[in-house]
């Protein structure tokens, strides 16, 4: 019996490691593998510009940056970036809610399963 164990090729002895394991044992990784959409990740992005470019604008205001010239195009450049990051924030959460996500991700799932 202990033979058919050790020459049986479908089975993972236990000395050797899974590829499952293997894939998924940094921590980066597993983070990426629990966040399960790319929404989340859009959404973070979207809040750390926003936020990012909301500080740049207080520090201008604040007048910290003193070539008028430069706190000028700073300003419009944050004022852009901001409203780029709230636009994805908007666009990201209106996708989210699409009446035709749910058909979406059966026929993407399906599609994969054949391949």
Known sequence: MSTSNKNNQWKT????????????????????????????????????????????????????????????????VASVTAMVGFFLVYHTVSKMHDPNLLLRNAMKRVMESKN
Do not use: F
């Not at 998924?24 to 790319?38: D, T």
């Not at 207080?58 to 000028?72: D, F, K, M, R």
């Open 13 to 76: 002895p236990s000395e050797n490691r899974n590829i499952k394991d293997s894939i998924y044992r940094i921590g980066i990784s597993k983070l990426m593998n629990r966040i399960h959409s790319v929404s989340t990740i859009y959404i973070m992005a979207g809040v750390c510009q926003m936020v990012l470019s909301l500080m740049v604008i207080a520090v201008v205001i604040l007048g910290y940056v003193e070539p008028l010239w430069l706190s000028t195009v700073l300003t419009g």
